[in-house]
Structures are given as structure tokens and as C-alpha cells.
């Protein structure tokens, strides 16, 4: 399969802890964007990468998520000290360069009790 | 006023049924704009995306009104797979590559 991987696929976790998500995207996509969905919307971008650089992040994030792409490969999202508001479908998705489609992931759904 | 706004629905067509879906964007500075696909509890998938002169794929034609800033998509002879959700997504400006997608419109198609 070489399309966009997530893991772990879900997690649960007690408010407080720490939680991390990779994502592997498609070989060659150069760009890597995280988004974050809840029931009944849409996607909510969180953040893209163009390699290892991360370009953009939304205002809407608090300090307690952190995503990195040390190698312009995969990418990991951390949450600290996560809450109830933080439980969430967290999509992963990447794009070749000059293209804008963009490749979803499956997906990591986090419950947070 | 959201950045990218549509009709959540549900909309509920039979079979064969021609619907459209309009979606409103607030950034007059918008470049790109797509229709993507997302079935329930799968990741959504890109449907098409619109340009100025519009565009037409089979039974899917979508369509850019710049003026009154709506983009538009029409699925002609509905079937029982185009049950989906319809996400309408706006790139804002260019020089980002930061992508607004609005809440989708459920779409049922019923036998």
C-alpha cells in the first residue's frame, strides 16, 4: 500500500497525558498537512509542512500541540497535557510538488476521558 | 462569518435525481477551490477541482462564480454510491498552501 499511514489508528487516553500521532506520507510529496475533525464538520487545518520546514500553523492552536518533520518524511503531531475538547479525528494528508490535491490518511481517532 | 460556508443537509434525492450544493467563501482573494468526497468514517478524497471556466466530469459538473463568491457542484442522474458527504475547500490566498474546508453537505440517494 502507497498511500498516506497513520498511526496509531485510535487512542484513548486519561485527560493530561501526552499523546503523539505519526504520519508517513506518499513517496515524494513534498508537502504534509495535519487537520483535525469532529463530528459533523469538516476538516480544521492545524498545520502544513513543505519538507522539514513547517510553513503555516493555525491561530487556533494552543501551545500544547507541536508537530515536527525532522527529515521532510514523516511527520509527528504531539498533544500535552490533552482535554475532553481534544478528542477528534487528527487527518494527516500530502501533496506532490506544484500539485494541490491533496492525499488523506485514515486517520487517528483520539478519545480523551 | 465563516471563511467557507455550505449547507450541512442532509439532502435526501431518489435515485436519478439531478442535485446541486453551493458553497459560499469570504475571502475575495481566493485562488484554488475543490470538491472533495468523504464517505462516512473514511477520509475524504478529492472529487474535482474548479476553475474559472468551469469543468465537467461525467455526471459531476462543478462551477466558479467569482463575483458572488459561491462555487457550485451538480450531480446529474444520482446514484446509490454518491451517498457522501461533499466537502467545499478554498485555498485563501496564494504564496500558502493552507487549505479551508467547510463543513461538507451530507448527501443521502435513496432507492
Known amino acids: 500500500d502507497t498511500g498516506v499511514s497513520q498511526n496509531p489508528r485510535h487512542k484513548i487516553t486519561k485527560r493530561g497525558q501526552n499523546v503523539t500521532f505519526r504520519c508517513d506520507p506518499i513517496?515524494?510529496?513534498?508537502?504534509l498537512y495535519w487537520y483535525r475533525q469532529t463530528l459533523g464538520q469538516g476538516p480544521e487545518f492545524l498545520t502544513y509542512?513543505?519538507?522539514?520546514?513547517?510553513?503555516?500553523k493555525s491561530r487556533l492552536l494552543s501551545d500544547r500541540f507541536s508537530a515536527e518533520r525532522p527529515k521532510g518524511s514523516f511527520s509527528t503531531l504531539e498533544i500535552q497535557r490533552t482535554e475532553q475538547g481534544d478528542s477528534a479525528m487528527y487527518l494527516c494528508a500530502s501533496s506532490l510538488p506544484g500539485r494541490e490535491t491533496q492525499y488523506f490518511g485514515p486517520g487517528t481517532r483520539l478519545l480523551v476521558l | 462569518r465563516k471563511e467557507v460556508e455550505q449547507d450541512p443537509g442532509p439532502f435526501n434525492v431518489p435515485e436519478g435525481a439531478t442535485v446541486a450544493f453551493n458553497c459560499t467563501y469570504s475571502n475575495s482573494a481566493s485562488q484554488s477551490f475543490f470538491w472533495y468526497r468523504q464517505d462516512c468514517r473514511k477520509e475524504p478524497k478529492l472529487l474535482m477541482s474548479v476553475y474559472s471556466s468551469g469543468n465537467e466530469d461525467g455526471r459531476f459538473t462543478a462551477q466558479l462564480n467569482r463575483a458572488s463568491q459561491y462555487i457550485s457542484l451538480l450531480i446529474r442522474d444520482s446514484k446509490l454510491s454518491d451517498s457522501a458527504t461533499y466537502l467545499c475547500v478554498v485555498s485563501p490566498q496564494t504564496g500558502t498552501y493552507k487549505y479551508i474546508f467547510g463543513t461538507g453537505t451530507r448527501l443521502k440517494v435513496l432507492a
Open positions: 513517496s515524494e510529496h513534498n508537502r
Open positions: 509542512f513543505q519538507n522539514e520546514a513547517q510553513l503555516e
